[in-house]
């Protein structure tokens, strides 16, 4: 079974800061995919980021980038020149490869930005 | 249209009723997926649905019944829930196959709240 483990539970920053969020996860597979959600407070939850196992470069989306290291399976966030609006819970995600698949979430981490 | 909505947003029902809720998306994709979420908890997985075919069955209780009526339409009937099963109820969707296009698209989920 897989498992992503988040150790960060809450994380507070200024606007226009940079931030790192943490991921670890455990599995098997050699092939699978890797998430990062973001969770609103109102609720409704995006897709950020995502980044394929087989792929060595790390994934960019404007100011969202990923440290992927598969040899330590690890999976962290960066968000630079941080926004109120990132404010947010945000959730690293695990699936396997092969069509419809569970996510599998870490517990999460809550980021606050600060004016 | 890169949405899937979800009905009612709201519902607050007692242990002996039966109540549906309903998920719908217009983006082509096979896989649909229900989630419950608690609060300050990431969401677990609870039906896969692939090609209007149940696929994953998360060990949920028979309270929950889902059903797809057709590539687009997510239902989860509810009878008898118990107060713990008070949540928000996540629907998701995605391609079917394998690949970097099998990222879940989520809405914005209904908050039920059994009595």
């Known amino acids: 079974a897989q498992t992503v483990t988040q150790s960060q539970p809450e994380m507070s920053v200024q606007e226009a800061e940079t931030v790192t969020l943490s991921c670890t996860y455990d599995?098997?597979?050699?092939?699978?995919?890797l998430f990062w959600y973001k969770q609103p407070p109102s609720r409704q939850m995006i897709l950020v980021i995502r980044q394929e196992a087989y792929k060595q470069q790390n994934a960019t989306e404007n100011r969202f980038s990923v440290n992927f290291q598969k040899a330590a399976k690890s999976f962290s966030l960066k968000i630079s020149d941080s926004q109120l609006g990132d404010t947010a819970m945000y959730f690293c995600a695990f699936m396997k490869e092969g069509g419809a698949q569970k996510l599998v979430f870490g517990q999460g981490t809550r980021l606050t930005i600060n004016p | 249209d890169t949405e899937v909505t979800q009905t009612p947003k709201h519902l607050v029902m007692g242990m002996t009723n039966k109540k549906s809720l309903k998920c719908e998306q217009h983006m082509g994709h096979r896989a649909m997926y229900w989630y419950k979420q608690k609060a300050k908890k990431p969401p677990e997985l609870m039906f896969v649905y692939s090609y209007e075919k149940l696929s994953i069955n998360e060990s949920v209780p028979s309270r929950f019944s889902p059903e797809c009526p057709n590539s687009s339409l997510l239902n989860l009937h509810l009878h008898a829930l118990q107060p713990e099963d008070s949540a928000l109820y996540l629907c998701?969707?995605?391609?079917?196959?394998?690949?970097?296009?099998?990222?879940?698209?989520f809405g914005p989920g209904t908050r039920l709240t059994v009595l």
């Open positions: 998701a969707s995605s391609h079917r196959g394998a690949g970097p296009l099998n990222e879940q698209f």
């Open positions: 599995t098997s597979e050699n092939n699978y995919y």
